[in-house]
Nanobody, 122 residues
Framework: QVQLVESGGGSVQAGGSLRLSCAVY????????LGWFRQAPGKEREGVAA???????DYANSVKGRFTISQDSAKNTLYLQMDRLKPEDSAMYYC????????????????WGQGTQVAVSS
C-alpha cells in the first residue's frame, strides 16, 4: 500500500514562492508516474506537473516556467517548487502516484494524498 503525505502549503503574496513536499511511504516502482494536481473551489481537479521513472517531466501550460517538479535521490519525497505565484494558483494541491508510467497529467492516478492548501493574495 502506498501513502502520500503533502506539506508546505500556506499563504503567500503574488510573486512569491512556495515549495510543496510529498512524503512517499510504501513501494514505488521505478516505472511509476508521480504527479501534482490542484483543485480550486468550484473547479475540476487539474494536473499541474508530472514526472515519470526516467525523470521526464510534463507541466500544465499555466505553470510552465514557474513550477518545477522534482524528487530526492532516495525517491522518498516529491517536491513542487512554485515561483512567481499568481492568485489563480490558489487551490488545494494534491500529490499522486500510479504504476502506469504514461499517465502524465491525466486525472486517473491510483494513489492520492490528502492535500495541502495554497492561497495566493494579490
Amino acid at each position: 500500500q502506498v501513502q502520500l503525505v503533502e506539506s508546505g502549503g500556506g499563504s503567500v503574496q503574488a510573486g512569491g514562492s512556495l515549495r510543496l513536499s510529498c512524503a512517499v511511504y510504501g513501494y514505488i516502482g521505478n516505472d511509476w508516474t508521480l504527479g501534482w494536481f490542484r483543485q480550486a473551489p468550484g473547479k475540476e481537479r487539474e494536473g499541474v506537473a508530472a514526472m515519470n521513472y526516467a525523470g521526464i517531466t510534463d507541466y500544465a501550460n499555466s505553470v510552465k516556467g514557474r513550477f518545477t517538479i522534482s524528487q530526492d535521490s532516495a525517491k522518498n519525497t516529491l517536491y513542487l517548487q512554485m515561483d512567481r505565484l499568481k492568485p489563480e494558483d490558489s487551490a488545494m494541491y494534491y500529490c499522486a502516484a500510479d504504476p502506469r508510467w504514461w499517465l502524465w497529467l491525466r486525472d486517473e492516478y491510483q494513489y492520492w494524498g490528502q492535500g495541502t492548501q495554497v492561497a495566493v493574495s494579490s
